[in-house]
């Protein structure tokens, strides 16, 4: 799309908020490849969540002055009161202190933020260096905010506090992260190493300092109770989704996609292998050595051969319009062994590239790609990186849509959806079809599990009935999900420790596919798919209600 707009009132208060956040998050400022501030963390401190919720306050009362010009901004202005809104009602429920978990803490921010930092000079080095020195004055502050959170009523799980002291004293142990990272940096001149080498043992010993001060300050305080109740959760399904579901309907269409699910896979099982069972089908898959990798090395190089196939084809195809500079996915192996699976954005010059990481868990060395290419196409094309790439060529967007909103019901949503459209494109061979419903029935016992575990629903009777337990949900899962050990373990865990994150992904995709087929049914057979991916992804990334509006209107549904 080229630039035709002219920015408006609510662009400049747009931007003016974003170049505000970005002030108080360098972490951010990391992520999207912004050399601003990066000598420092976040405050995590609860002085520095009233700063974000002062923010807020004075955004929205500005917004609520400006007449939208047109449909842009409109998008805008919304977006802004429903995102910051739900801001400020997290902020005065205190939901923003509390931060211990496996998974997404202030924690590890920190300690992903060096990741993304430019690694390729002397002076980039130095500079992670330096800026490790300052790890200790950020964990102080999200401690302080623990104490605050528990203070006010908000006590952390106890299962969520052990899980957390475990990947810390993971990441310090000989060999973990920080070492990995150290020694990624390779030969540099003395003076580089050396305060490469005294930032990292000041982290090092700062984050050992964390896990004993977890264990003594956080552990004794800790509740064993793990589900969060109604009340936390729908604020927290509301930040995940940009809307309110009906959590009782919800759960029952979560176990209603359980068995749909359950009757394709046995479908595809018996294209795979005529006769087998879904399970027998899948062991076939899992020890038929075309598809499987040996060793990280492999996993990377295969994760780059595929993502590079799927932009060329989608491309050449006519199903998507990539931009050029953007028509590139850059792959890694993550130095942190925790088991997740992510992408991040280019910069916003394109200076650095959109990037899939894979965090392999230790001990594994083996990798199923009759599995993992639908995770591709979820993490890369057309999944997150094309989700972005649109956006991000959409000029007439101030940045602040472009680059400063992220609704996880919208954005792994649309993942979602990517990876079921590269089936109905003709992209999956039964092999890798079972391995994207395999996929898919995860994202689906997920919303079983999660609104069940938090919402204190009673477990369904193929998870043994009654109140929920940590050894159901897991059997419960393994009974439906084909996973390793230690990555079913980490699935389970995040459920539990991170209400209402994981449903959002099954939960947008459903809207996703809503909205393609309202768009179909006004618009009969003059409906275009490729362009509705386009128009819709052009609206950059919004909460599922603004979304609706939003096309509604360009469709006049």
């Avoid at 490790?132 to 952390?156: C, K, N, T, Y």
């Avoid at 500079?325 to 010059?349: F, H, N, V």
């Avoid at 972005?388 to 992220?406: C, M, P, Q, T, Y």
Wanted: proline letters at 4%; hydrophobic letters at 40%; glycine letters at 8%.
């Amino acid at each position: 799309m080229t630039e035709t707009r002219t920015p408006t009132a609510a662009d400049e208060l747009a931007e003016r908020h974003y170049a505000a956040t970005l002030e108080l998050s360098p972490i951010e400022a990391t992520y999207l490849g912004l050399d601003l501030n990066q000598d420092r963390y976040d405050d995590l401190s609860p002085a520095g969540r009233d700063a974000i919720a002062d923010l807020a306050k004075r955004t929205l009362a500005e917004a609520e002055a400006i007449t939208a010009t047109d449909a842009t901004d409109r998008v805008t202005l919304a977006a802004l009161r429903e995102r910051l809104g739900l801001q400020l009602a997290a902020h005065e429920a205190g939901a923003d202190l509390l931060s211990v978990n496996g998974i997404v803490t202030g924690l590890h921010d920190v300690r992903e933020s060096h990741d993304q930092m430019p690694q390729d000079s002397d002076d980039d080095w130095a500079r992670i260096g330096r800026r490790m020195r300052a790890v200790p004055e950020a964990i102080d502050g999200w401690f302080e905010s623990q104490h605050a959170a528990i203070a006010a009523g908000l006590a952390p799980a106890a299962r969520q506090v052990d899980l957390l002291v475990e990947q810390i004293r993971g990441w310090v142990a000989s060999g973990g992260a920080f070492d990995t990272l150290q020694a990624s940096a390779g030969d540099r001149p003395d003076a580089v190493s050396k305060e490469l080498a005294a930032g990292t043992e000041i982290a090092k010993q700062a984050f050992a300092a964390a896990a004993d001060r977890i264990v003594a300050e956080l552990a004794p305080r800790a509740t064993t109770v793990d589900g969060v109740g109604r009340d936390r959760y729908e604020l927290a399904s509301k930040e995940f989704l940009g809307t309110r579901v009906d959590f009782d309907e919800t759960y029952e269409w979560g176990q209603a996609e359980v068995a749909r699910l359950s009757a394709e896979m046995a479908e595809t099982a018996e294209q795979i292998l005529p006769g087998a069972s879904v399970a027998e089908a899948k062991a076939h898959l899992a020890s038929d050595p075309a598809y499987r990798l040996k060793g990280t090395a492999a996993l990377q190089n295969w994760m780059q051969g595929k993502a590079d196939e799927a932009i060329a084809a989608l491309v050449d195809g006519g199903h998507f319009q990539i931009p050029e500079p953007l028509r590139r996915i850059e792959c890694r192996i993550a130095d942190t062994q925790d088991g997740g699976i992510y992408y991040t954005e280019p910069s916003d010059d394109l200076s650095r590239p959109g990037r899939m990481w894979w965090s392999v868990p230790e001990g594994n060395d083996e990798f199923g790609i009759w599995k993992e290419l639908t995770t591709v196409y979820h993490e890369g094309a057309p999944g997150h990186h094309l989700q972005h790439a649109i956006a991000l060529a959409n000029k007439n967007l101030n940045r602040w849509r472009r680059n400063g909103l992220w609704v996880s019901g919208h954005g792994e949503g649309w993942a979602l959806y990517a990876e079921r459209l590269m089936d109905e494109l003709g992209f999956h061979t039964p092999a890798s079809r079972m391995g994207m419903l395999d996929e898919s029935m995860l994202r689906a016992v997920r919303v079983v599990i999660d609104v069940g575990v938090h919402c204190h629903l009673p477990a369904p009777a193929a998870a043994g009935g009654g109140e929920w337990t940590f050894e159901k949900a897991y059997d419960y899962f393994n009974s439906l999900v084909t996973n390793t050990e230690s990555a079913a373990r980490f699935e389970v865990s995040r459920y539990f420790g991170w209400p209402g994150q994981a449903p959002s992904y099954k939960m947008g995709e459903r809207v996703w596919f809503d909205l393609r087929e309202q768009v179909r049914a006004a618009q009969g057979t003059a409906f275009d798919l490729a362009e509705f991916h386009q128009r819709t992804l052009e609206l950059g990334t919004l909460g599922l209600d603004t979304l609706r509006e939003a096309v509604a209107e360009v469709y006049d549904l």
